[in-house]
C-alpha cells in the first residue's frame, strides 16, 4: 500500500514538472522579449523585495520612479504585424506601455509570486481583453477602453466619476477613419470592421473625466499612483498621453515617458500647469489601482 502511494506521489511530481516545463515553453513562445528585459526585470524584484505590503499606490511610484530616465520609444508593440504576440520590453517605452509595465510589475510583486511567468501574466490581463490574445483587435488599444476592461477586470477603479462628475462626450473612431496610420488595419482590411464595433461600444458609454480647468479644484481628490489618461481635442480621439501621478513639493506632478524628453520624467511643472498649457488637450480620465 505504502508503496503504492510513493509511486503516486512520484508520478504526480513528475507530470506537474512535465506540465510546468510545456506552460513555461508555451509562455515563451507567445512572448517577445530580450533577454535584457529578464534582467531589468530580476534586478527590480531584488529592489523592492521587502515590499510586498506596500500598499499599492506607494510602489507603483517606486516603481515609476525606478525607470526615470528609460528612453523613450514609440510603437514598441508594433513588431510583427501579422503575428500578434506579447511584447515585452523594459529598456524603452512609450506612455502607455511605461504605465502597464509599472503596473504589472506592482501587482506581481505584491502577488508574493516575483517571478517573470507571473509578470507576463500580469502584463497580459492588463493589455488584452479579457486577459487573452487573439489578434491585433484584442488589445485594449483605446485607453479609456483600457480603463474600462481593466475596471471590469477589478485591476484597477475608474474614479473620474467620483471626482469631478463631468461627462466625457465624443464620438471615438480614430483608428478606423485612419487605417492607412495602422500598419495592422492597412494590410488587414477586414479588421477595420471590428474596431469600428469596438469604437461603437467605447463611444456609447456613459464616461466621465476631469476637465483641466477644474484640476485644480479636485487635486486634493487626486493620488500618488493613479494613472490617467489625458483627453484629447482631436477628432475621434479619446486620449493621448497617459501617465502617473506622484506628488512633489505639495503639488501632484506627472511622471511619464516623455516624448519631448525623450524618457522617462517627472514634470517640472504641476500636472494642472502641464495641462493648461497644452491647447490640444483637455483634462484627464482617472484609473486608481487595485
Known amino acids: 500500500m505504502k508503496i503504492g502511494i510513493i509511486i503516486f506521489l512520484v508520478l504526480s511530481i513528475y ?73 515585452i520590453n523594459l529598456r524603452e517605452m512609450d506612455c502607455t506601455t511605461f504605465a502597464e509595465n509599472v503596473l504589472a510589475i506592482s501587482l506581481t510583486i505584491k502577488n508574493g509570486n516575483s517571478t517573470f511567468e507571473k509578470f507576463v501574466a500580469e502584463l497580459q490581463n492588463i493589455r488584452y ?18 480603463i474600462f476592461e481593466n475596471d471590469r477586470m477589478g485591476i484597477v477603479k475608474s474614479v473620474s466619476k467620483e471626482i469631478a462628475g463631468t461627462p466625457y462626450r465624443k464620438t471615438i473612431n480614430f483608428m478606423s477613419t485612419h487605417p492607412e496610420s495602422y500598419l495592422q488595419l492597412k494590410n488587414h482590411p477586414e479588421m477595420q470592421k471590428i474596431i469600428a464595433e469596438r469604437e461603437r461600444e467605447i ?47 505639495g503639488r501632484i506632478h506627472l511622471i511619464h515617458a516623455s516624448t519631448t524628453a525623450e524618457k522617462v520624467v517627472v514634470s517640472d511643472n504641476s500636472l494642472e500647469e502641464y495641462l493648461l498649457k497644452s491647447k490640444s488637450v483637455t483634462g484627464i480620465m482617472v484609473a486608481r489601482p487595485q
Not at 517577445?32 to 521587502?50: A, P, S
Not at 505590503?53 to 517606486?62: A, F, M
Not at 487573439?134 to 485607453?143: E, I, L, P, V, W
Not at 486634493?220 to 479619446?238: C, F, H, N, Q, Y
Open 129 to 146: 481583453r479579457d486577459g487573452e490574445i487573439d489578434g491585433y483587435t484584442s488589445r485594449n488599444h483605446y485607453f479609456s477602453d483600457w
Open 15 to 87: 507530470l506537474n514538472t512535465i506540465t510546468l516545463q510545456q506552460k513555461e515553453k508555451n509562455i515563451e513562445q507567445s512572448i517577445v522579449f530580450e533577454l535584457k528585459d529578464k534582467e531589468i526585470l530580476e534586478q527590480l524584484f531584488y529592489v523592492f523585495k521587502d515590499d510586498k505590503n506596500t500598499p499599492v499606490s506607494d510602489l507603483i511610484v517606486k516603481v515609476g520612479t525606478y525607470f526615470k530616465e528609460t528612453p523613450y520609444k514609440a510603437a514598441t508593440l508594433e513588431i510583427n504585424p501579422d503575428d500578434e504576440k506579447l511584447v
Open 203 to 249: 463611444s456609447m458609454r456613459k464616461t466621465y473625466y476631469v476637465p483641466k480647468e477644474k484640476i485644480g479644484d479636485f487635486e486634493s481628490k487626486l493620488e500618488e499612483g493613479d494613472i490617467v489618461g489625458i483627453t484629447s481635442r482631436v477628432d475621434g480621439l479619446d486620449i493621448s498621453h497617459v501617465g502617473i501621478l506622484v506628488r512633489k513639493d
